[in-house]
């Protein structure tokens, strides 16, 4: 007899399956939706396993099977179990990342007063047995949470245990409704369908007993005119396209389908988020040799056929080296040998370029995937993708889980992107290490893609497990190619020319100081706005502005206080007037003078986009300003409002944060000019150097995309940061010899695994002490378990010390495989851990 192995959506944070029997008759497949007993409930489960023998003795059976097919690949069943593995996650908050949008469905406890009001008064209880019966009286069942939080009252639990117990009230167990479901909009269909008969029918309507008198023909008419329409553009119309065609009512309709001439039925509609996606399709252009080289490497993997497991390909190409352009075509591969894609993007909404393109090429067989499609579209799709309608499925990083079918070839574009990283709720999965996950499940193809691809990424590369493709180069489409502004023409048989990547120049904030420049544009940078403003031409200003970081900077000498522990800058705290290391906590006094070069003039940093539009107005008088950050792109649509108004120039300067410096593809900007490199360089986290060079890298990619060149003002105080150095010169692999050096001497990835736990507590006395108590834990049980090579750093406060009244502190694990340690752990709430973090800000 065989058993399953079932994931169940219970409240509680399981990472284990339990066992379940089948009862005669039921018979289950991996995948497959069922309802289980579980105590005294019925909840919700997927199946994970069918087995032989079951792990218990004692098991009980399943119920029924939710839906007939299952609803999980076998592959992505076993993609949920790695997942919670990995991360430590809930197995079925794992699974549930590959259900229908919509699926989970919260176990609800209903109470229903077994006593009236009247007879309340003689029994004997406490006041708060009292609380809860009085609020359910007269009622009929009431749920257990609404009560809850009507009363507030924090140990319901117990009290409504002690009245159930005495038989005051009965508690019965229900799942909350569905959230979505197929949407069914009422059809009309055509019975009759000779013309002929309808020419009699339709004499019989209009002369026939009843249509006598201006009422009669006037009833009648409408339902003439149903015939017609379904007869003309039939034979299946919506009801309500028939109601405002014709002014048909009920009773008339009613008597259509007595009269056996049409009947009304439920037809399932999609609900379409591309609708109204007007696109051309368009033919690929011709390869330069550069993507040539890379795209038959892809295409030779992705027609293998010793069966073996696929590469992994990084595709290290400069901006505007022509990647998409090579996605595109190995997509198309990809389709020609039957099998399908997903295409992963850092973030929907600033990628509609990106989308276009796809649509184009393949019209009609693209899904887009984004959060802000409502529910019932996200459903609609889910089930399309999985009945196979679409050759690829595009979106940001949830878009990985989607139920495509014969996947062939996944590809990750910017991968170095950290919004690959979900960071809340749990799972806290790495996109990146999930595709490669089902990549090697499914045999699928993977192709990550970036100009500057993340540390990891790059080292796994160099040692031979990811195969490394290379575009060196910028590639322009032919000048005589119709262009228009962000777009693309493909098509033109001229050859594609190479472009240099703009020159970039760094200057030195400190020197302007010194020659007493006290503004925030250096003469340099102010002297290129206007020569650019002067030729009508577009200019972008870039802040390197994450958080609300403080740290302290020397304006004379550039330099800026770190732990010598963590390699990370110090953080001011006002309060305290303290330098803190947020990772070790380590202190020391704000200094009076610079410890480098005795300077008074060592102060604090930090300024925003509404400072920089402000002293830009003032500084370029006359030049159309627009300013993109997350203040004004909050609400639905604002990047495209953004973006389109850039593109027609109707502003000069485009001022903004990392945002900009995503894909944007605007061929009159020739001048991107970063206002300081600073903050980034100095967040208190090991990748800001990397996440420095990255945004500079991709920032300047915005400039000189089109064919008058363009140029990179880069402004800081520290010119001679690595980082600052080699993204000048555009030069990755000095920037990775130099960064991988740095992490193996201390440790961090790819040399070392990373955790981080956060604890948050109301409380700022208990958020330290259960910190401290469990850094004390983590010790004792690395020491007694015998784990070498983990350090716990900690516990010390989280960079931004307090969220939404919680007190946070946190603990880094670094070293071999944390989780070792922590799976064998349990954690008591409050605390959440990050498995991989990509940051431990
Ligand atoms: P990336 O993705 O590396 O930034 P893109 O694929 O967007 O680069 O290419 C940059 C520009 O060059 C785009 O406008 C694209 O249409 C064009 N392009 C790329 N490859 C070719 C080619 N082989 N022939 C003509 N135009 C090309
Ligand atoms: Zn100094
Ligand atoms: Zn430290």
């Known amino acids: 007899m065989p058993f399953a192995e079932v994931a169940v959506n219970s409240t509680a944070p399981h990472r284990q399956t339990f066992t379940y029997s089948l009862p005669n008759g039921l018979d289950v497949a991996v995948g497959q939706a069922v309802y289980v007993p579980f105590g005294s409930r019925t909840l919700q489960g997927v199946v994970l396993e069918v087995t032989a023998e079951p792990r218990f003795a004692e098991t009980r059976d399943i119920i029924a099977a939710i839906?007939?097919?299952?609803?999980?690949?076998?592959?992505?069943?076993?993609?949920?179990?790695?997942?919670?593995?990995?991360?430590?996650?809930?197995?079925?908050?794992?699974?549930?990342?590959?259900?229908?949008?919509?699926?989970?469905?919260?176990?609800?406890?209903?109470?229903?007063?077994?006593?009236?009001?009247?007879?309340?008064?003689?029994?004997?209880?406490?006041?708060?047995?009292?609380?809860?019966?009085?609020?359910l009286a007269g009622r009929g069942e009431v749920e257990a949470e609404e009560l809850r939080s009507e009363l507030r009252l924090r140990s319901m639990g117990a009290v409504v245990d002690q009245l159930a117990g005495r038989g005051l009230l009965q508690r019965t167990y229900e799942l909350g409704p569905p959230k979505v479901r197929a949407k069914v909009v009422p059809h009309v269909r055509l019975l009759v369908a000779r013309e002929s008969a309808r020419a009699d029918a339709t004499r019989d309507l209009l002369d026939g007993p009843g249509a006598d008198g201006r009422r009669g023909r006037a009833r009648r008419e409408p339902m003439v005119a149903v015939l017609n329409a379904l007869g003309e553009e039939g034979p299946l119309l919506p009801l309500a396209k028939l109601r405002a065609q014709t002014g048909i009512g009920q009773a008339g309709l009613r008597e259509l389908v007595e009269r056996g001439l049409v009947a009304v039925e439920d037809v399932e509609v999609e609900r379409d988020p591309l609708a109204d996606l007007q696109v051309s399709p368009r033919r690929p252009p011709e390869l330069t040799a550069a993507q040539e080289g890379a795209y038959r490497e892809i295409a030779s993997a992705l027609e293998r056929r010793n069966g073996g497991p696929a590469p992994v390909f990084l595709l290290h190409g400069v901006t505007g080296s022509g990647k998409t352009e090579v996605y595109l075509q190995a997509l198309e591969r990809t389709v020609a040998v039957g099998r399908r894609a997903i295409v992963l993007v850092p973030e929907i909404s600033l990628t509609p370029q990106t989308v276009r393109r796809f649509a184009e090429r393949f019209p009609g067989q693209v899904a887009v995937a984004h959060s802000g499609l409502s529910l019932g579209q996200q459903f609609d799709q889910w089930r399309r993708i999985r009945d196979g309608h679409y050759a690829v499925v595009i979106g940001a990083r949830s878009a990985v889980f989607a139920p495509q079918p014969d996947l062939g070839l996944i590809v990750m574009d910017e991968e170095h992107e950290w919004t690959y990283k979900q960071q809340e709720p749990a799972p806290r999965y790495h996109t990146r290490a999930v595709a490669e996950k089902l990549a090697e499940l499914t045999g699928a193809v993977l192709v990550l893609g970036s100009a500057t691809p993340d540390l990891e990424s790059y080292h796994r590369a160099r040692a031979g497990r990811y195969r490394l493709l290379t575009l060196a180069e910028r590639v322009q489409p032919p000048p005589e190619a119709d262009q228009p502004p962000g777009g693309v023409r493909e098509g033109a048989s001229a050859p594609c020319i190479v472009r240099p990547l703009p020159e970039v120049e760094v200057v030195d904030l400190r020197r302007e100081l010194r020659e007493g420049n006290r503004g925030i544009f250096s003469r340099s940078l102010g002297r290129a706005v206007a020569e650019a403003l002067a030729a009508g031409e577009q200019v972008i200003l870039f802040l390197n502005r994450r958080g609300s970081a403080s740290f302290v900077q020397c304006r004379d000498c550039g330099h800026v206080p770190s732990c010598s522990a963590c390699a990370v800058s110090l953080t001011y705290h006002a309060t305290e007037e303290r330098l803190i290391c947020h990772h070790c906590r380590r202190s020391r006094r704000l200094p009076e003078t610079c410890p480098q070069c005795q300077s008074p003039r060592i102060r604090f940093?930090?300024?925003?986009?509404?400072?920089?539009?402000?002293?830009?107005?003032?500084?370029?008088?006359?030049?159309?300003?627009?300013?993109?950050?997350?203040?004004?792109?909050?609400?639905?649509?604002?990047?495209?409002?953004?973006?389109?108004?850039?593109?027609?120039?109707?502003?000069?300067?485009?001022?903004?944060?990392?945002?900009i410096a995503k894909g944007l593809d605007i061929p009159a900007v020739t001048l991107v000019g970063v206002?300081?490199?600073?903050?980034?360089?100095?967040?208190?986290?090991?990748?800001?150097?990397?996440?420095?060079?990255?945004?500079?890298?991709?920032?300047?990619?915005?400039?000189?995309?089109?064919?008058?060149?363009?140029?990179?003002?880069?402004?800081?105080?520290?010119?001679?940061?690595?980082?600052?150095?080699?993204?000048?010169?555009?030069?990755?692999?000095?920037?990775?010899?130099?960064?991988?050096?740095?992490?193996?001497?201390?440790?961090?990835?790819?040399?070392?695994?990373?955790?981080?736990?956060?604890?948050?507590?109301?409380?700022?006395?208990?958020?330290?002490?259960?910190?401290?108590?469990?850094?004390?834990?983590?010790?004792?049980?690395?020491?007694?378990?015998?784990?070498?090579?983990?350090?716990?750093?900690?516990?010390?406060?989280?960079?931004?010390?307090?969220?939404?009244?919680?007190?946070?502190?946190?603990?880094?694990?670094?070293?071999?495989?944390?989780?070792?340690?922590?799976?064998?752990?349990?954690?008591?709430?409050?605390?959440?851990?990050?498995?991989?973090?990509?940051?431990?800000?």
């Open 67 to 135: 839906d007939g097919q299952p609803l999980l690949s076998p592959e992505r069943a076993a993609l949920a179990r790695w997942i919670s593995d990995h991360y430590l996650a809930p197995l079925f908050d794992c699974v549930a990342l590959m259900l229908p949008p919509g699926f989970r469905r919260k176990p609800l406890t209903l109470l229903r007063p077994l006593v009236s009001a009247d007879d309340l008064g003689a029994l004997a209880l406490t006041p708060r047995q009292r609380q809860v019966l009085e609020a």
């Open 675 to 841: 206002i300081s490199a600073d903050v980034g360089l100095n967040l208190p986290d090991f990748r800001s150097g990397e996440r420095t060079f990255q945004l500079l890298e991709q920032v300047a990619g915005r400039a000189g995309r089109g064919p008058r060149g363009g140029r990179v003002i880069i402004q800081t105080y520290t010119p001679n940061h690595y980082a600052v150095e080699a993204a000048a010169s555009h030069d990755y692999a000095a920037f990775y010899e130099h960064e991988a050096s740095l992490r193996q001497r201390l440790g961090y990835p790819p040399f070392g695994r990373l955790a981080r736990l956060v604890y948050g507590h109301t409380n700022a006395g208990n958020a330290q002490k259960q910190a401290l108590r469990m850094a004390a834990v983590l010790r004792r049980e690395r020491d007694v378990r015998g784990i070498p090579n983990l350090d716990v750093l900690g516990p010390a406060p989280a960079l931004v010390p307090r969220v939404r009244g919680r007190y946070r502190w946190q603990i880094t694990l670094r070293g071999g495989d944390p989780a070792e340690l922590l799976g064998a752990l349990s954690f008591p709430q409050g605390w959440t851990v990050d498995i991989d973090p990509v940051s431990l800000l």
């Open 605 to 659: 940093l930090g300024i925003g986009t509404e400072k920089v539009e402000e002293e830009a107005g003032w500084a370029f008088p006359g030049a159309r300003l627009l300013r993109w950050d997350r203040d004004v792109t909050r609400q639905r649509g604002a990047h495209e409002r953004i973006l389109a108004r850039f593109l027609a120039h109707e502003a000069d300067i485009l001022i903004g944060t990392q945002m």
